[in-house]
């Protein structure tokens, strides 16, 4: 499972393939092919990280995506629940733009409803890449 990180290069041209960062394999060597692999091993496989317990009673887990945009898994042992946060305000503040909020230090942007998804990678990475999508924004886009 791979989740590609787009981004742009210093010069502003799009960054993908060697210069594009992924969230793959963290750490060591892949598991071997006789070795069990759990839920668990697969979500530390693509980049998450146990964050406590979810208030609702299941396990969290966070895959900081990039300075900005975080993704956070709730673990409910049937289920699993994904939702995101954008930094706003850092977002703003960084590209020297101002906004009528008084204070956008702690503005974030978050979906209106997280998503339920089975304990399946794959249906995770489904989810976070059409998440990714929808954030894609081209402000000076004449259509908009």
């Known amino acids: 499972m791979v989740f590609r ?3 742009r290069g210093g010069d502003g041209t799009d960054r993908e393939g ?17 070795a069990p692999t759990t839920f668990d091993d697969e979500l530390e496989r693509v980049g998450f990280r146990p964050h406590g317990s979810s208030r609702r009673g299941g396990r969290m887990w ?9 993704f956070v898994l ?13 930094a706003l305000g850092e977002f703003v503040d960084e ?3 101002r906004s009528s909020m008084t204070d956008l230090t702690t503005a974030e942007i978050y979906p209106k409803t997280d998503v339920k998804l089975p304990l399946d990678v794959e249906a995770i990475g489904g989810e976070i890449t059409r998440v990714l999508r ?5 402000l000076g886009a004449p259509e908009l």
């Open 18 to 34: 060697a210069d594009a960062r992924d969230v793959t394999d963290t750490g060591g060597e892949p598991p071997s092919e006789d």
């Open 95 to 97: 590209r020297g733009w």
């Open 134 to 138: 929808s954030l894609e924004l081209e």
């Open 5 to 7: 990180r787009r981004g």
């Open 62 to 70: 966070v895959l900081p995506f990039n300075r900005y945009l975080t």
């Open 74 to 86: 709730h673990d409910y042992q049937d289920a699993v629940v994904l939702t995101w946060a954008f």
